[in-house]
């Protein structure tokens, strides 16, 4: 498909915003595998092609395996996701899928058990900013495959 618009040409200051976040994001303390772990799972609930390669490419060059990597998607059945992990996974589902129902009380009781409150409040901004990086690269139906990790 062909992209539609480019916002760092149409509407820098989007990118600008969006960017401001993400700064944020990379010094709150939370570890850049986890980060790029929900990350790529909110993208894959998304359809997000362009933030899947993204994210993909990040985890791999953070040293992350394959096999974890290609197994996010049925992460309740893999045995090699820790407990935090699991928390931080159900906690980005219940997020990204709030229009289903809420965020649960037990999703919310299991995160609580495995990060800090300070952790939970920025994972919860990591995946609203995520969604919204997904809304944006989907509605301008940006182009997957260039994106280089740490660039």
């Known amino acids: 498909m062909p992209p539609r ?17 993400d700064r944020y994001l ?10 790029h772990l929900v990350r790529l799972r909110a993208s894959q609930l998304n359809g997000c092609a362009y933030c899947l ?11 992350e395996t394959a096999q974890r990597m290609y197994s996010l998607d049925a992460w309740r059945e893999c045995p090699y ?20 129902g809420q ?22 901004l990591a995946l609203a900013t995520i969604n919204a990086w997904n809304r944006l690269s989907i509605a301008a139906r940006l182009v997957p495959g260039e994106y280089q990790a740490g660039s």
């Open 53 to 63: 390669d993204m994210h993909w490419k990040d985890l791999a060059a953070l040293g």
């Open 5 to 21: 618009f480019n916002y760092a040409r149409v509407a820098p200051g989007v990118y600008e915003a969006m960017d401001h976040l």
């Open 81 to 100: 996701y820790s407990a935090r992990e699991r928390a931080a996974l159900a906690w980005t589902e219940a997020v990204t899928r709030v229009a289903d």
């Open 26 to 35: 990379a010094s709150a303390g939370l570890d850049d595998r986890l980060l």
């Open 103 to 124: 965020v649960p009380d037990a999703v919310y009781a299991e995160a609580q058990g495995q990060l800090t409150p300070a952790e939970l409040a920025n994972l919860t």
